[in-house]
């Protein structure tokens, strides 16, 4: 038995996020199907994270189990030729066998593409939250610098069963940034870990802030509490992208 370890990169736009579910097209759903069909058994995937539906990535990485003597290059092209256009993967190398994509990951970076002008083009809606109003990026890249450190990021999560009340929510951000690239505004985290829509919700608190519905001691407040004791909006996960994962 081999331990393969993929890089692959995705238009999330037509799935509904990494997770197998039921009756929906996901990018986990579409790795195992391909690679069932070439080892001719079934073969499950492992993920980094799981990405929401519609996000992106730039370089998720996955890993499985293969009897198949298939060298990687061989298989990176037969995958590649299999699976739909708009996930490719990049990369294929042997791994350790106790090699696990999410288990070893010592950091993640995600990247959130805002789009400032007032159209936005047709090629781009799919990959940018576009907001066109006034907006004060001075007070969003104060309020980013707030996320650094260790904190319990309860309050900048979605709903889920896995979130308990006695759940470790807590997470170190060692970068959160804003820098502009032309029309586009750009947020770039770095972490040792994220929780579900948490960098979702924290581009929608920055833009909260930005528009004077928070102020940053609402933001600092929350970190240090874990309550969300005001409105977060969730941003959409169109401007979302998984950039790297670090090992």
Known sequence: MRRIRLELSYDGTA????????DQATIQ?????????????????????????GVHALAQVAAFDLRNPI????????????LPRDIRVNAVSEAPLDFHPRHH?????????????????PFERFFVWHQHAALDEAAMERCARLFVGCHN????????????PDADMRRTIFSAELHREGAMLCFEVRGSGFLKHMVRNLVGALVEVSVGNLSGDDVAAM?????????????????????????
């Open 153 to 164: 990021f309860r309050a900048f999560a979605a709903t889920d069963e896995r979130y308990t």
């Open 71 to 82: 060298p990687p290059e061989n298989l990176q092209r037969a995958m590649n030729r299999l």
């Open 223 to 247: 970190l240090h509490s874990g309550r969300r004791s005001l409105g977060i909006r969730t941003a959409p996960p169109s401007g979302l992208f998984l950039v790297s994962v670090e090992y």
């Open 15 to 22: 799935y509904s996020g990494w997770q197998v579910q039921p």
């Open 105 to 121: 990951a010592t950091a993640k970076t995600y990247r959130y593409r805002i789009y400032r002008e007032r159209v936005c083009p």
């Open 29 to 53: 759903g579409e790795l195992q199907r391909v690679l069932t069909r070439i080892e001719e058994a079934q073969v499950t995937v492992h993920g980094s994270g799981r990405t929401d539906a």
